[in-house]
């Protein structure tokens, strides 16, 4: 079965610092990678995924992830965090069983 | 926004009781999920529906049944409600299953005192 680790429950930076979230999956099959971002008092939604293709993969808000398969990550990053990014990021998973796996959660704390 | 809601919204009930949420959706996806989130154990998966009658476990389905008698509803229950199921529930949908971008319903509070 499938399991997502995200290994920082807090990640603190400071505004227009970069910033990296770390991802590990576990599949002994071929895997597609998502990230999702819960803003304060909202629901979850898409930030990126990978399916196939490029293993660099990015977002409309200058997040990345790559995906590398080496090494079982997932890691998203953005080279300058701004205060409205304050958020929690969840990376999940799916195999060809269509269960969609969670982490469980990295809150970005951005400080002025 | 997707076509997706979820009801009740807030409910509190005693140990023991039984409880139904309800997931109706408009946007006639053939996938839904139940997660339930919790601090420290972000989203879990309870159980998800890949269509009309389909059914399947998650991670935590232990104590939670489902029923999908339609597209657009998916239904939750737990047949006698304890403590530790006290948490938000969200209802997720799809049209792609473990390739599409989820859809997320607003959540449904629930305390079991």
């Known amino acids: 079965a499938q399991s997502v680790t995200q290994l920082d429950s807090q990640v603190p930076v400071f505004e227009e610092a970069p910033v990296e979230l770390r991802c590990n999956y576990s599949s002994s099959v071929s895997v597609y990678l998502f990230w999702y971002v819960q803003y304060p008092n909202q629901g979850l939604q898409l930030l990126l995924k990978y399916l196939s293709g490029s293993t660099l993969v990015e977002s409309i808000n200058g997040f990345e992830a790559e995906f590398n398969k080496s090494q079982t990550s997932f890691h998203l990053r953005k080279p300058s965090v701004h205060i409205s990014d304050t958020a929690e990021y969840f990376c999940?998973?799916?195999?060809?069983?269509?269960?969609?796996?969670f982490g469980k959660g990295t809150r970005l704390h951005i400080l002025p | 926004d997707a076509g997706i809601t979820q009801s009740p919204r807030h409910k509190v009930t005693e140990t023991g009781t039984p409880v139904t949420l309800r997931c109706h959706q408009t946007e006639n996806h053939r996938y839904m999920y139940w997660y339930r989130q919790d601090p420290g154990h972000g989203l879990r998966l309870i159980h998800y529906?890949?269509?009309?009658?389909?059914?399947d476990k998650g991670e935590v389905s232990d104590g939670y049944s489902v029923s999908r008698s339609k597209t657009e509803d998916f239904l939750l229950t737990l047949e006698s409600a304890t403590s530790s199921q006290t948490s938000v529930y969200f209802c997720a949908i799809t049209a792609k299953g473990g390739t599409g971008e989820l859809f997320f319903g607003e959540g449904s509070r629930l305390t079991v005192l």
């Open positions: 529906s890949y269509g009309v009658k389909d059914t």
């Open positions: 999940a998973v799916s195999v060809s069983d269509d269960k969609i796996i």
